[in-house]
């Protein structure tokens, strides 16, 4: 199934680390029916409390990037509290990069790791999104993220 806004496959197919196109919908559900799972599952790690979880779509979800948007990475609680941070890509590649990201972010806010008091801590991903010590985002600007971190 070819999408009209981007003229390339809107369903997509995880093949060891390989993107795969679906050449119809009815070859994209019977895939889906017998994987059961909608989002391939790419890493997960547990650090300080939080999950950060990057998973492969199989959609692409931005028709008009360049390139098909088919990963997300998302942090949450244990219990399932949302983050505030979400991040998708387009390779296989990228999303290892992103999960290391956000393993970064969940540790330099929460584990503390240069000692410095949670309320003096600020993340930035810059060019991207800031972040505050609580996760909330005080700035936002699209660009290819790099992490600093900084005592304010």
Not at 53 to 74: A, I, K, W, Y
Not at 111 to 139: C, F, Q, R, W
């Amino acid at each position: 199934m070819i999408n009209p806004l981007s003229n390339r496959p809107i369903f997509y197919r995880l093949d060891g680390t390989e993107i795969v196109p679906f050449s119809d919908f009815l070859e994209y559900l019977n895939y889906m029916k017998e994987i059961g799972e909608v989002n391939t599952p790419v890493k997960k790690s547990e650090i300080a409390g939080f999950v950060v979880s990057t998973v492969f779509l199989g959609q692409d979800t931005n028709p008009f990037h360049p390139v098909p948007v088919l990963f997300e990475t998302m942090i949450y609680k244990k219990d399932g509290h949302f983050l505030n941070f979400m991040r998708r890509c387009c390779t296989y590649k990228e999303s290892l990069e992103q999960h290391k990201e956000g393993c970064l972010f969940v540790t330099a806010i929460y584990s503390n790791p240069d000692g410095l008091k949670k309320s003096n801590l600020k993340v930035t991903v810059a060019g991207h999104i800031e972040y505050n010590k609580t996760g909330a985002m005080i700035n936002r600007l699209i660009k290819k993220p790099k992490f600093y971190f900084n005592a304010i």
